[in-house]
């Protein structure tokens, strides 16, 4: 399977995921994307990452 590397900014923070935080997201095609944004934030240390992420809204780039 091959991973893929994905940029992302946070353009409205939420909980303790501040508005302008970037971070990167390592995907592959055995899950749905908010599955590996949700990991990537908990990995990064954030505890209160939000079961529905559509309140964290965040930006490719």
Not at 20 to 36: L, Q
Not at 40 to 58: I, T
């Given at each position: 399977?091959?991973?893929?590397?994905?940029?992302?900014?946070?353009?409205?923070?939420?909980?303790?995921v501040?508005?302008g935080?970037?971070?990167?997201?390592?995907?592959?095609?055995?899950?749905?994307?908010?599955?590996?944004?949700?990991?990537?934030?908990?990995d990064?240390?954030?505890?209160?990452?939000?079961?529905?992420?559509?309140?964290?809204?965040?930006?490719?780039?």
């Amino acid at each position: 399977m091959a991973k893929e590397i994905v940029h992302y900014e946070v353009t409205n923070g939420y909980g303790d995921v501040p508005k302008g935080y970037r971070f990167d997201v390592e995907k592959d095609n055995t899950g749905h994307i908010d599955s590996f944004i949700r990991k990537a934030l908990k990995d990064k240390g954030f505890k209160q990452v939000p079961s529905a992420l559509s309140m964290l809204k965040l930006k490719e780039i």
